[in-house]
């Protein structure tokens, strides 16, 4: 039998995420975390699909991603998903940054390994973390292909207008000072499937891509292609996150420094953990932000409509940038979950010939769906993302030869 099953590893500076899928028919075979690597109690949850999916939980120190990575192949053994298998056909890792070289999945050998380390200076909380993954996969299983699947790659179709900061020319590339975005395999998989929602090919449509969770980033993609997205040379650009501020005025830094007196590594925490909602209103989870908004909590609501604010300001300069749009998606944990912020996002916007249906906002499903009325000129939609299966997707493509077919799959 050939190998058709894709182990997929997302690693944190102290987390593992991963699933494990069949690629046959794109089932997940099992998934699960490692949370607190290096700290004293680490916690495996591991959930295996194939029966019952009853999750399992192991605490006990985990040293570090190479002891995380050996309990969780001990975990798939048990189910008899071992990594030993020769069913395993490769392992994708999610990489946050692949600079402007990597512009698709990559197969990974030495001198990948050391361009994402040249990376590290534009992605020092992602990379190493990442790099880790790699290494340790890399020595558990040497005889394995192990693809780089870049969370940046969706975006490098970028014209230089947009990817580039209206900053000194000599400077910027001195330290490839550009914009780069994130998110882009949920934003690919996204534009993909709202594409396939609306009956198209994904080279027939234009779509707003708004990726709404902890993080959050908005993309234009004109006929499968993206053409800006809000994040920059960092996450940190663009919409108002959870923790993060997204756009300011440059100038706002300089201020901390020569009046707040703050130093740079403090000015890195406020605007990365302590800004956006968290910032705002003291919680970050849009449910209890909503929670407080209901019970007239003025703080939440001012949280709300600041976010809701900036959220709108990108559908119209993305509406802008595409000249004609055919579909606004909403995605991740809050753009998937949240009718109240799909409402008030495109409230308003009739005159763009965009509406949301309140029945069909209300809906809940884990499906692609419409939710704007029949007679819309745009649609609008909720389609759930899922980083893990495209990984999955671009990794098997890769391994299987059918690579330049990858686009079309998902
Ligand atoms: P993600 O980063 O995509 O996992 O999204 C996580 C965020 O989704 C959380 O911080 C919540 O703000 C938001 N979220 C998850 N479930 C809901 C829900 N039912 N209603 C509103 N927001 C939600």
């Given amino acids: 039998m050939s190998a058709t099953r894709v182990l997929v590893l997302n690693s944190g500076s102290s987390s593992l995420k991963y699933q494990l899928l069949d690629m046959r028919d794109r089932t997940r075979l099992a998934m699960g975390l490692v949370e607190r690597i290096g700290e004293r109690t680490g916690r495996l949850k591991h959930t295996p699909l194939t029966g019952d999916g009853t999750s399992r939980e192991t605490t006990g120190p985990m040293a570090d991603h190479e ?12 189910d008899g998903l071992g990594l030993d298998s020769p069913e395993l056909a490769a392992i994708g890792h999610r990489v946050v940054h692949g600079g402007k070289l990597f512009t698709r999945p990559t197969l990974i050998d030495d001198s990948v390994l050391a361009e994402i380390r040249r990376l590290i200076p534009v992605a020092p909380l992602h990379n190493p973390a990442n790099l880790t993954g790699i290494l340790t996969a890399r020595a558990l299983r040497p005889d394995l292909p192990q ?15 947009a990817a580039r900061y209206a900053i000194d020319v000599r400077t910027a590339d001195e330290h490839r000072i550009r914009r780069y975005g994130f998110h882009g395999t949920s934003h690919a998989f996204v534009s993909r499937a709202t594409a396939r929602l609306l009956g198209k090919d994904p080279s027939e449509v234009n779509v707003i891509v708004l990726h709404l969770g902890n993080g959050a980033s908005a993309s234009a993609v004109r006929q499968g292609r993206c053409v800006d997205t809000s994040m920059g040379l960092t996450p940190l650009e663009g919409l108002v996150m959870g923790t993060r501020s997204g756009d300011l005025d440059p100038a706002v830094i300089f201020h901390l420094v020569r009046v707040g007196g703050m130093s740079t590594d403090e000015i890195d925490t406020l605007l990365n953990k302590k800004s956006g909602l968290v910032g705002l209103c003291g919680d970050n989870d849009m449910r209890e932000i909503r929670r407080r908004v209901d019970e007239g909590d003025e703080q939440a609501r001012l949280a709300f409509d600041i976010y809701i604010h900036r959220l709108k300001k ?3 300069a993305y509406y802008a940038v595409l000249g004609r749009v055919d579909a606004v998606a909403f ?35 884990d499906e692609p769906r419409l939710i704007s009325p029949g007679h819309a000129r745009v649609a609008v939609a909720v389609v759930p993302t899922d980083e893990e299966l495209e990984i999955a997707t671009q990794t098997y493509a890769l391994v299987d030869g059918s690579a330049d077919r990858s686009e079309g799959l998902t």
């Avoid at 495109?346 to 499903?365: H, K, M, Q």
């Fill in 147 to 161: 693809v780089a699947v870049f969370d940046t790659a969706f975006h490098t179709t970028m014209p230089e207008e």
């Fill in 314 to 316: 990108y559908i119209g």
């Fill in 67 to 78: 002891a995380a990575l050996k309990a969780v192949a001990q975990e798939l053994a048990s």
């Fill in 331 to 365: 995605t991740a944990g809050v753009g998937e979950n949240a009718a109240p912020v799909r409402e008030a996002a495109v409230a308003g916007l009739e005159g763009l010939g965009l509406a949301v249906d309140g029945e069909l906002n209300a809906v809940r499903s």
